[in-house]
């Protein structure tokens, strides 16, 4: 059984379409985030839910937008896809208090053409 | 930004031989942690060492914390061609947001 698992893992789409990445982990954990990883292997947090409750949105354009249907889910939508959106993109979960691990998805490799 | 660096970026060294890397962060911590990514997988957790620890050991690897100094190494010991991969370290607070360094990419020659 995948612990933290999202879906599709490779995607290639052209500018302004809209594209949608899932994400599950069967974990109990409370935590969920996002995280881009760009060409030169930067990793940046976008969002973190706890409990389906955003907490964290760290400057990512409004075009991107989380939904947390329960807490073992977040998903990912992106509007009006720009070339600069293409990057691997991160599904993480976590126990909540910040005392123990990231559990981290295979990613989703997203070209934007 | 909360992002951390790390240095150095890249890092190549001879099977058997021990590799360090070294990490700095800007924020007060609750606890510290390394990952690691094998190419065109996901990161995977290797050690966490809390803010009030200065040492922490697991197999081959070795961590140390210095809080005043805001820094944190990561010591592989007797490395392996398998640990040929990219290693991050990561700060995490009591809000539970995890913020990660720029990576070191480590190639180990068999």
Not at chain 1, 40 to 54: D, G, Q, R, V
Not at chain 1, 67 to 92: Q, R, T, W
Not at chain 2, 54 to 59: A, N, P, T
């Amino acid at each position: 059984d995948t612990a933290v698992s999202q879906t599709p893992k490779y995607l290639v789409t052209q500018m302004g379409n809209d594209k949608s990445i899932k994400c599950e982990q069967n974990l109990g954990h409370d935590t969920m985030y996002w995280y881009k990883q760009d060409s030169k292997k930067f990793l940046k947090i976008m969002f973190s839910y706890n409990n389906k409750e955003l907490i964290i949105n760290e400057t990512v354009p409004n075009r991107f937008s989380p939904k947390s249907p329960d807490k073992a889910h977040l998903n990912l939508h992106i509007n009006s896809l720009e070339l600069g959106d293409s990057a691997v993109y991160f599904c993480a979960s976590a126990l909540a208090g910040g005392t123990g691990e990231l559990f981290f998805g295979e990613g989703s490799r997203l070209t934007v053409l | 930004s909360q992002q951390g660096e790390e240095d150095p970026q890249a890092l190549s060294i001879q099977e058997g031989e021990n590799a360090t890397m070294n990490c700095s962060y800007k924020t007060s911590i609750n606890n510290l942690q390394w990952y690691r990514q094998n190419s065109g997988r996901g990161l995977v957790h290797l050690i966490l060492i809390r803010s009030n620890e200065r040492e922490k050991h697991s197999g081959r690897l070795r961590v140390t914390l210095d809080t005043s100094k805001k820094s944190s190494s990561l010591l592989i010991t007797a490395s392996r061609a398998a640990d040929t991969a990219s290693y991050f370290c990561a700060t995490a607070n009591t809000g539970n947001q995890f913020y990660f360094g720029t990576g070191t990419s480590l190639t180990v020659i068999p």
